[in-house]
């Protein structure tokens, strides 16, 4: 997927980076998007912290 370009307020939590983007129809969006090699975990939540709690309790599968 792309990645959004407007990240802000990003927070690394181990491998998981999680970032506060604006979708550009008047919402933020939270990303927590793994950065290991082989993993490709990324996922989009509603709040900042469902997207902390995800980064926090993420498990590389690789
Ligand atoms: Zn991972």
Request: glycine letters at 0%; one cysteine or more; charged letters at 20%.
């Given at each position: 997927m792309p990645r959004p370009n407007r990240f802000r307020d990003v927070l690394r939590v181990g491998p998981v980076q999680v970032g506060t983007y604006y979708d550009g129809r008047g919402r933020d969006k939270h990303t927590a998007a793994c950065t290991a090699p082989r993993c490709g975990f990324s996922a989009d939540y509603h709040s900042r912290s469902a997207a902390e709690l995800a980064a926090r309790t993420?498990?590389?599968?690789?």
């Open positions: 993420h498990r590389c599968t690789a």
